[in-house]
């Protein structure tokens, strides 16, 4: 941090003044002017967090896609398929047993098992063949959405969400104060901010496994030079398959969230694969942190987008990876 | 070399009993949104088609018609890709296309590429499809999206009593066409409209929509569709929303109140009008609905036929019944075919359907209220049935013109 202000000091400004710029948006009662000239503060307030906890799913749907790509170097462009076939499985099991809980755990066991299923017969066959790769599974996803429909048909599925989370809770952030001198606090949607919590726990769980344990030694030995790794005596490809078996039960699980909070129906599956490439080529392929910045980068651009410019709220997320590829085109936190 | 001419002989006489074979038939191309977010929509539709010709049969005369289905996401360019596909590959000689807004306009512009053919509407509603520079061989069976939200405004203003609403809506011509509607009468029954907010077809996250919309309104109108409706109400449940709604015309017929989860819920007691109520008592319709039930296993098919379902069988029955007052003549560029399409009445399930100068329907509109059944299924009750609406709501013509063509911002709040 304090290498980065001695270093870049007229960048570390800005980004002090845009905090607290953001600091006093958030927490701060708005005068009326400013009312006036962008809207309402609940209205904004509602667009920030929104897109937080977008960004949430995204980062549990581009976190494992990310974490495929860091290590085996495949473009698994069956992903988005993994996430609408989670949330399918994830609704299967809530309405059958009625547990909202159980249906993750059921959603991710299931889809790791496709995941395992795709490393052993698909992926390890063609080993090194990115092109080949990506092709096989362009053709899957196709395969797969066709399944789907044929399964559940075109309509939508919504995962229950249980009762004690349906409906708004109140945030300790006042949003203004009415004439009375009542203070009127933010009301917010719960389910969102424990989906919220529930993808910063995971993503920290991820980071703690990849840098403080032994498998997690393993995997970032092998994003960074796999032949080498594997010629030490680590058996590689078991490390693959529990990867790939990880990644995909993360894309199983963010599918019962997507399921909870918005719906399930063919066409899922593009959307999520677009929006995890998106975020991953902003955040930076292959790197977990830069994932969950891509998510949130992402996440607030759609949210903010869709109040202040709706008219163009579906280019800005391109318009921030354009930009990207244009100025750091190996993506945000990705090291060279 | 005798080997390869005997070979030559097969094929030529295989292809010759091709043709053969083939004037024997009438082909007709089909396409509805099979997939993104109008997929139920499509789905419905095909149901209504399917359920047309369960009852009046595929037989024109000592002729047979052949259908070709081509899927769109009711974007205009895939109408358009559909439409050519059917029309180039398919040698199809009538078009029964498209089902959404956006898509009618592509195609109406399309069909005047090809005037040797006919184009009837399957579905579409948009206002601009037929009323600016028509194309003389598209057909429309449907109402447009305002004509859809007669009688809407004035039962919310006089019999409800609200004063003040503000719409959310899918940016597109449909949903423009249906604020249209709502908005000249309500307006004009002294109304305000607040706020108008566009969101892109396909929004997933409308969270920030939800926070948006504004308090001091006695109601908000719906003007979503599909996999969006669905998700708006959703999350408009999650955030504990609590106003009064209002609704579209495909945003409380089957496609939704059918729709599974709780969310739905929320849509009790919803004030809509569209070209349907599922509960009309009319004989006509309630065979439509029996017919439509009897066709389909219930697990495949919705409680009762949504607007999609109902459009797609009137489009249908249409074209059917003209063909056979030709006895299937499509001679002279199907010029007998056209001609008994432009005058045919038909009694449609909603009531009866004919078609202007521009052909274009002039039918029946139901003002409608969602309840429960009782057992937990939602359906659309009839309020109000209006008959006879046209194109231009029963303005004059020449004041109508004047309005403008629907868009985000047209009309004005006033009265015309």
Known sequence: MARFIERHPAWALIVIIAVAVLAWLVFAIWPPGLEAAIGRKRVFLNAVLNGITLGGLYFLVASGFTLIFGLMRNVNLAHGSLYLFGGYIGYAISTWTGSWILSFIVAFIAVALVGVILQLVVFRRMEGQDLRQTMVTIGLSIVFADLMLWVFGGDFYQVQTPAWLIGPVQLPLLTAIKSSGEPVYLQYPLVRLVIFAASVVIGIAMWLALNRTRIGMIVRAGVDDRDILAATGVRIQLVFVLVFALGAGLAGIAGVVGGTFQSLSPGEDTRFLLASLVVVIVGGMGSIPGAALGAVIIGLAEQLGSVYIPTYAIVVTFLIMVLVLAVRPQGLLARR | ?416
């Open chain 2, 1 to 416: 070399m005798l080997k390869g001419s005997l070979g030559l002989i097969a094929l030529s006489s295989l292809l010759l009993s091709g043709t053969a074979f083939a004037q024997e038939k009438i082909k007709v191309g089909v396409t509805a949104t099979l997939e993104g977010t109008y997929t139920v929509l499509g789905e419905d539709g095909m149901r209504g088609f399917q359920t047309a010709l369960n009852v009046l049969g595929k037989k024109i005369g000592d002729k047979e018609l052949e259908f070709v289905v081509a899927s769109t996401d009711a974007t205009p360019d895939s109408a358009v890709r559909a439409v050519r596909k059917l029309i180039e590959q398919d040698k199809v000689q009538i078009l029964l296309s498209p089902l959404s807004g956006d898509e009618g306009i592509a195609v109406k512009n399309f069909a005047k590429t090809h005037p040797e053919l006919t184009f009837v509407n399957a579905a579409s509603g948009a206002q601009e499809t037929t009323y600016v520079d028509p194309a003389p061989n598209f057909f429309r069976y449907n109402m447009d999206g305002a004509q859809w939200q007669v009688g809407l405004g004035k039962y919310a203003y006089e019999t409800k009593g609200y004063r003040k609403i503000a719409t959310v809506g899918e940016d597109y011509s449909f949903i423009y066409t249906q604020v249209f509607g709502l908005v000249l009468e309500f307006c004009g029954a002294g109304g305000q409209v607040t706020n108008r907010q566009w969101v892109p077809l396909g929004t997933k996250d409308f969270a920030s929509v939800i926070a948006a919309l504004p308090d001091d309104v006695d109601a908000i109108y719906l003007g979503l569709g599909g996999a969006d409706a669905v998700n708006f109400l959703n999350q408009y449940q999650q955030a504990g929303g609590k106003a009064h709604l209002m609704g579209g015309s495909i945003m409380i017929d089957q496609t939704i109140l059918s729709s599974k989860g709780s969310a739905k819920n929320a849509l009790i007691g919803t004030i809509a009008a569209s070209g349907q109520a599922d509960t009309w008592e009319d004989p006509n319709w309630q065979k439509f609905v029996k017919a439509y039930q009897d066709s389909f296993p219930e697990s495949k098919r919705f409680p009762s036929p949504s607007l999609l379902a109902t459009n797609y069988y009137g489009s249908t029955m249409a074209l059917i019944l003209a063909l056979r007052q030709v006895n299937g003549d499509l001679s002279n560029n199907q010029a007998k075919l056209k001609d008994a399409l432009a005058k045919i009445e038909i009694d449609a399930p909603n009531g009866k359907i004919k078609l202007d100068a521009n052909r274009q329907a002039i039918g029946t509109n139901f003002v409608t209220e969602v309840v429960d059944d009782g057992k937990g299924a939602l359906f659309s009750k009839v309020v109000k049935v209006i008959p006879n609406v046209n194109q231009t709501l029963g303005y004059d013509p020449a004041v109508f013109a004047k309005i403008g063509l629907p868009s985000r911002t047209v009309p004005e709040c006033k009265k015309y």
